[in-house]
């Protein structure tokens, strides 16, 4: 069964403070893994990867994906309270489907 | 964890015909449920809020009559693209709302009109 799993679920940080956030996932067809940021309405799109080790960057966010042990993370560094949403990763199944983690709900404390 | 599936997973149709796409909360009753369509750069596109029992409502520039969403039940939305035409032609996605703020998406619809 196609998963996607993130952790931690929830997450409380002061500004300034530097979080990792994780997606490990197991799909039959690998196509390529999204990260979105969830505030109010439609989820914003942040990245997207499809091959292992190249960093991407956009600002104080980053992320990379290892397709060998099947996971990616999403740093964010010197957080604001702006960051405060839910990080949504998804990975898409070869066009068939995409399948969608929990999210982690990120808060950031000023 | 929480499942929402949709049906079908994949349709063509032809253009001018009207499509149905279920979305379904299979472990919890949902309230609120929410269809989104996605553009190129893989954006996701807010079209409407579904409300059980109560009529959705449609973000601007989404025609609510090309659009039909019915949340029948508080397992339960549909959207019918009514007369699709190519331009119609995307990935359908629903998600359910659990609990405040808290919302699970489904696997997507791909939708091709020929």
């Known amino acids: 069964e196609d998963k996607v799993v993130q952790s931690p679920l929830s997450l409380v940080v002061h500004e300034g403070d530097t979080v990792t956030l994780n997606c490990s996932y197991e799909v039959t067809n690998f196509r390529s893994l999204l990260w979105y940021k969830q505030e109010k309405k439609a989820p914003t799109f942040l990245f997207m990867l499809t091959s292992s080790g190249i960093e991407k960057k956009s600002g104080r966010l980053s992320s990379i994906l290892d397709k060998k042990e099947l996971f990616s993370i999403l740093n964010i560094t010197a957080t604001q309270t702006g960051d405060s949403a839910v990080y949504l990763c998804?990975?898409?199944?070869?066009?068939?489907?995409?399948?969608f983690g929990p999210g982690t709900r990120l808060s950031v404390l000023p | 964890g929480a499942v929402v599936s949709q049906h079908p997973s994949w349709v063509i149709c032809k253009s001018g015909t009207s499509v149905k796409i279920e979305c379904r909360s299979l472990d919890f009753q949902a309230t609120t449920m929410f269809w989104y369509r996605q553009f190129p750069k893989q954006s996701l596109m807010l079209m409407a809020t579904s409300n059980e029992g109560s009529k959705a409502t449609y973000e601007q520039g989404v025609e609510k009559d090309k659009f039909l969403i019915n949340h029948a039940s508080l397992t339960l939305s549909t959207l019918t693209v009514t007369s699709a035409h190519p331009e119609d032609s995307s990935f359908y996605i629903c998600s359910a709302e659990r609990d405040r703020d808290t919302q699970y998406f489904g696997p997507g619809t791909r939708l091709t009109v020929l």
């Open positions: 998804a990975v898409d199944n070869y066009g068939q489907n995409f399948v």
